[in-house]
């Protein structure tokens, strides 16, 4: 059985712990990751709570399968809480080497509540759990405070999930990075650390992980080898995945000088091509994974030279592309720093080119720059609005480490035309004009504007429906991309591993029951992965989001036609169109046309001690 | 007395290998029936990410472990060179721990005795599911061989060309 069985508690106010059994009834409605994270976010927080209080709780979760030699599954976590980036329900899932050491340590789950009256780290090893002094690590980068604790902790084979400089100051983008260059990137789970006081996990495990039936699931692990070996997974091996920059800009999707245009002139110099001949020195992977993907770049001259950082297309895109820098060593050197401060990598990027856009038309100048030259294109101050914002430097680095909502509503006038996130969540590197089903899907995720809740840009990027526009059917496949990726992500599986689950569901059904011995069918995965894309819902209607209201896209999107000569000339996402969509979207997933999930789809998927939220919700605007 | 053509160990590529671990659980797989790379008689040692090695017995000519035993619990085996415990006179004194210059003899967490490296009666597990191919079960005359041949190829690679 390869859940633990067992759910840490701490408590940073008093430095109490205590350990009880895990609800086994919930971990299968639930699977574990993002689905069960967030069932007990729910379970254990007062409505409307403020992201930054002590009584928000963190949540750290395995998966089912992590801590056994599950290839992407065995080896990984995520972090629950709520967002102070979205003021909803905030996820993100790391791979690395650390997950696998909570679940030997005995824990599937550690719930850090309350908050330390001083820096502390929390040092778990197995039964024994402490919280030490950690004020001679403020200000260090998480890699910096991991070697730092190993050290002083004495045993090379700890593991370390920390924030940097930016978590400490409670940036909105701030991350947590464990193994040195994976993150739990999205929605500013590293502020959350900060707010706590909470400055690192470090854990050591040295208990068995065991599995329910170890011959099959044995051969189940060889065969998964074996896939990845193959097509599935021949991106990640070679280019990685900055093969998307000349794939995105061929098809008028590189959203480029934010989300003005759609394609890149300087394309070729940053495409993986060109990272891999002139920068990719070694591939690396993750604990217990046959693939490799983790492609490590280092500058190998000029006035860069050293830097070194695992570069993937979406922070290469947010720094690069998004910025107007065509220049690979800039963005290199812009990812480590962003690494370096603990920073979400897609977030940093879209803020600095909403700050380079912003100083392009006049609504910030050099004065609010302190004379910082903001021109697109620009790398060295790309490289200083890092340092800025990681550090909170002066007005411009304490506004744009608020991410882009919060700095357009500071800058105020024109500001919002430039800041391209939904629901507070910074866009990912996918130009949604062009893209139009994954606007729709980025629009209704539940975490914010994410192409990992859907992959709704996949049915675009493939061309089975016409991209330039939102029609009628879409939401189905909003729909059945989130309902996958739930389930993916409550197994956490990582998603450049999905396409080895040759019969899908069903492989994963089969995956969850070898290790964990209970009974599990690909319909009773789907129907998990329904329960929890509206448990995430109702969560966000419980906090004040989760609306038609609050489903919608960046201006840009919506106004902002492609200007250039290029396949997608003139297009953008009609309002009228858009509507239609999400409407659509409500429909199929039996939700109202506000879309709040109905008191009968509750009923249908277990959920009925939710129905009270969403009651109240519906009365609510009824009234308005 | 097996021969150097005969004696063959688990030998490791660092310029394959990845750290990523796959030894360790394969190894606890296949001795204890779990996953738990504490209980591995092979363990990956990442430096960073271009410097990477998973490291097991050596099979030592004149193995120090054996010499540090004031027990007499270790001993060579002739047939195959794998160090073999007499878990009865292991105390778990560690001496043949500190004696090992590779960290290969390791303390079991559970037992409290000492293990390493027994070459799976000839079918290392870590060496069939390293994903890298990084490791191989081969004798020490043949990696030198191999390293030999990749030297003169290097140094004639223009002259291979053509």
Redesign the interface.
Known sequence: MSYAKRILYVDLTTGKTEVKPLDMKLAKEYIGGIGLGMKLWLDHSKAGVDPFSPENPLIYITGPLT???APSA?NTYAVVSKSPLTGIIGEAKAHG?FGSEVK?AGYDVIIFTGKSDKLVYAWIDDDSVQLLDAEHLRGKSPAETDETIREELGD??IRVSAIGEAGEKLSRIACIIND??RAIGRGGMGAVMGSKNLKAVAVRG??????AN?DEF?EFVRTI?ER??GPATRKYRTLGTPENVLVLNALAALATRNFTNATFEGAEKVSGESLNEHYV????????????C?H?AVVPEGEYKGS?S?VEFECLWSCGPLCGIDRLDAIIEAIRLADYYGLDGISIGVVVAMAMDCYENGVITDKDTDGLKLNFGNHEALVEAIKRIGTRTGWFGETFAEGTKRAAEIIGGEAYKYANHIKGMELPGYDLRTLQTAALGFSVSFRGACHLRSGAYSPDVKGSVDRFKIEKGRGKLVMDGEDLYNVVDSLILCKFSRGVMYDGLKDMAKYYELATGIPMTAEELLLAGERINNLARVINIREGGGTREEDQLPWKILNFPVPEECVGKGVYVKQREFDIGLSDYYEVRGWTDEGIPTPKKLKELGLEDLIPIVDKKIKAMKKK | MPTIHEKKFVSGDPAKCIGCRVCEYACSMKHENTFNPTKSRIRAVRLNSFVNLAVSCRLCEEPPCVAACPRDALRQSEETGIILVDEDKCNGCGWCVEACDYGAIQLHPETKKVFSCDLCDGEPSCVEWCPEEALDYTTKDIVSQKARIGAVKKLFRESLKG
């Open positions: 801590g056994t030699m065995g080497f030997r090379f084979y040195e260059y040295t208990n068995d992980v065991n599995v170890m044995k080898h990845m070996k020195k070694k591939i690396i992977g993750c604990a217990t994974c046959g693939m490799r983790d490590i070194t695992r």
